[in-house]
């Protein structure tokens, strides 16, 4: 039987192990804490049109081609489950202002002409949709096919499927690929995955969250995901059986998971902005976990040499884009490209002069991104 190690038991890393044993392989997943990562931090919004930009082309067909896979991969996992991982059908981004308005049209009609239709409302209609939102909201964008889903159920469920197709978990660090015995690895380390591969272009890019739960007699939530950009920070209400998670924060800050009390500060001051009603909920939970950012926005699926495979570099898309990195792993493993995933070829950022980035020529070479130690991959991912 084919030997396949996972290095990193975040959602990408526990997707990719189940569906390798249930095509067969042997897999072994290592990570001292699985799921404890960005994977636990997630809010769970499935937007990659709302988050779209003219010029961001293919972070938009990458996303779009990744929420296509949802309603079946969250079939098979609320399957798992025994309640649906999904949380909401639908996002609508809201303007405050002249601006905001401005920029929803331009993402509108940019995201329209590549084929996905999103709502225009105007005032009166974001009302009626979501009466509970703040009155001094002007406009917005409805989303009818970005749902969201509760990220910690998804990471239960992949765990429990992994474990009944055979995966055997080893909680711990892996110091060297080359110490691996198996005949292929995913190397699935997130933020982290640049210190078992290094130079490869992943960083960690901080984001900081809240989960708020919802007291008896307050505001109801929103029943969809709410975006807004606010004093020019991108925000998210996404709701909860029991609550909202109110995220997040984006900034450079290495691999620094505290939660800083400004962090938390402009986290409710934009939310209580669009949703007034958040004041009476109970501050539950607050986190941070480090994003996998790369330099263009598109993760890293591919092989980096005959044997090793990364899957690494999701951003801000981690949760949304798992389908389609599955399927672009298992493809690689078989030999093949999945289409939709070539944007995310690894070796993209190659230069004729950059030692770092080029593809190994024959096999067994790892000339550039030589695989090293790494001394956890525990943390957040
Ligand atoms: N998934 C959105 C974020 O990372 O903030």
Not at 150 to 178: K, M, Q
Not at 190 to 216: C, F, T, Y
Not at 277 to 303: F, K, V
Request: aromatic share 6%; charged share 20%.
């Amino acid at each position: 039987m084919r030997t396949l190690a996972v290095v990193g038991g975040g959602v990408i890393g526990l997707a990719v192990a189940w569906r390798a044993a249930r095509a067969g392989w042997q897999v072994t997943l290592s990570d001292p804490a699985v799921a404890s990562g960005a994977s636990w931090v997630a809010g769970g919004m499935l937007a990659p049109l709302s988050e779209g930009w003219p010029g961001e082309d293919a972070v938009l067909d990458f996303g779009a081609a990744a929420l296509a896979r949802w309603p079946e991969f969250g079939a098979e996992l609320t399957a798992v489950f025994g309640e649906s991982v999904f949380v909401a059908d639908a996002t609508v981004t809201v303007a405050m202002d002249g601006a905001d308005t401005a920029d929803l049209r331009t993402i509108g009609e940019w995201v329209g002409e590549r084929g996905h239709e999103l709502g225009w409302l105007d005032r009166a209609g974001v009302r009626e949709l979501e009466p509970m939102l703040a009155r001094t909201v002007r406009a917005g964008l409805l989303s009818p096919t970005e749902s969201a889903v509760d990220n910690r159920r998804v990471v239960e469920a992949l765990r429990r499927a992994a474990t009944t197709a055979g995966v055997e978990f080893r909680a711990e660090s892996v110091d060297s690929l080359t110490a691996l015995p198996h005949d292929r690895v995913v190397l699935a380390a997130g933020a982290h995955s640049a210190r078992l591969w290094p130079r490869l272009p992943v960083r960690p890019v901080k984001g900081e969250i809240l989960r708020l739960a919802r007291r008896p007699g307050v505001t109801p939530p929103p029943t969809r995901v709410v975006r807004v950009r606010a004093h020019g920070r991108q925000l998210y209400l996404v709701p909860r059986e029991d609550g909202i998670v109110v995220g997040a924060t984006q900034y450079e800050a290495g691999f620094d998971t505290a939660v800083t009390v400004a962090g938390v500060r402009d986290l409710i001051a934009d939310a209580e902005q669009v949703f007034p009603g958040i004041g009476e909920y109970e501050l539950r939970e607050a986190s941070a976990g480090s994003r996998p950012g790369t330099p263009d926005n598109l993760p890293l699926i591919g092989a980096l040499d005959e044997r090793v495979v990364v899957a690494a570099g999701h951003g801000r898309n981690g949760m949304l884009t798992t389908p389609l990195t599955v399927d672009a792993v298992l493809s690689v493993l078989e030999g093949t490209t999945l289409p939709e995933a070539r944007a995310a070829d690894p070796y993209r950022f190659a230069t004729a002069n950059s030692a770092s980035t080029t593809r190994p020529q024959t096999a067994g070479q790892t000339k550039i991104h030589g695989p090293s130690h790494f001394s956890s991959v525990g943390g957040i991912r």
